[in-house]
Structures are given as structure tokens and as C-alpha cells.
């Protein structure tokens, strides 16, 4: 399991780019759009195109595509979505030790706190919803596993705010394209 923890915890590092060293530094767009991606097997609405990057990373169990974009809400924080291909690995976890990876890699990347854990569900997806916290920044993320991908939306905001409401409205909008 240890390899694998550790495949996912890019998964935590992506959450390292949510955090901007300056809250104010680009308004958000008001006008949102549908962003669709096949390859990850997800759609969702957001405020503006988002600036997706998509890498292979190179793991224990073969390489593995990620797609990562933040999106910067300005001085209320920041949306960071990220999609992982595990669909031709061949991984032995099960779901929930996946999803736990998720967190786990989340949290240390960061340094956060865990403030609460669910279980979530979004149609056929099963995935956890968690709220953290470190001294300069709130996290609120829900991540979900669907057909041999993981795609985690992950809300951010400075310490002693909440997070922004773009989140929220991001986040319902996701679906599975298969």
C-alpha cells in the first residue's frame, strides 16, 4: 500500500496549489461555462474556462494521467479540480482505501488538519467529503471514484473565512460522463 499512498499523494500536492502566496490577485470571471473532458469521464461548470494541465506521472503500479486546474477566485480563495486516470493500472486497493489515499495525500501535502470526513455518493460515484484546515488556510474538498477515475473538487479560502460560495456551485455541477 505504501507505493500507492504515495501515487496518491500527488493527489495531496495539487492541493499545495491552491494556496497562493497573495489572496488578492485575480477577480473571478463572471461568466461560467461548461468544462467537458472525455478522457477523464467528467463535466463540470465553472466560473471561466479553466486552465487545465494534464501530466503522466510515473507510479508504482505504471503511469498514471492526471489533469489538474485551479481556478483563482481572488481574495476569497481559490477552486482546484483535479482527475486521476487509474483506469489501466492495475491496483489492488479497493475504492475506499483509493479514496483514503486521496485524504490522507490531501492533508499531508498541505499540512492541514482534518475537521470532518463523510462518505458521499453522486449517482453511481461513491466518494468522501472533508473539511480541513491549517494556520493560513480552510479546505473543503469531495472527491469521488466512477468508472476507474478519481476527480476531486477542493474549495479553498484564507484562515478565518469561509469557503467560496463558486465552490459550492462548481462542485453540484459535476458529472460522469459514463
Known sequence: MAPLRRSFALLGLTALLCCPPSWAQTAPSPS?????????????????????TVTTTATAVGPMPTLQATIDLGPRGALQIT??????????????????GGVQGALNAVGAVKDAETTIAKGTAVGREFTAHNQDAIFKAR???????????????????????????????LEFLH
Open 32 to 52: 461560467w461555462s461548461t468544462y467537458r473532458n472525455e478522457a477523464f469521464d467528467f463535466a463540470i461548470d465553472t466560473p471561466g474556462p479553466p486552465p487545465v
Open 83 to 100: 482527475a486521476m486516470d487509474l483506469s489501466q493500472l492495475q491496483i489492488s486497493s479497493t475504492v475506499d482505501q483509493l479514496l483514503e
Open 143 to 173: 472527491e469521488y471514484y466512477s468508472q476507474g477515475h478519481i476527480v476531486a473538487i477542493i474549495g479553498v479560502a484564507p484562515a478565518g473565512s469561509d469557503i467560496p460560495a463558486d465552490w459550492e456551485r462548481a462542485e453540484s455541477s
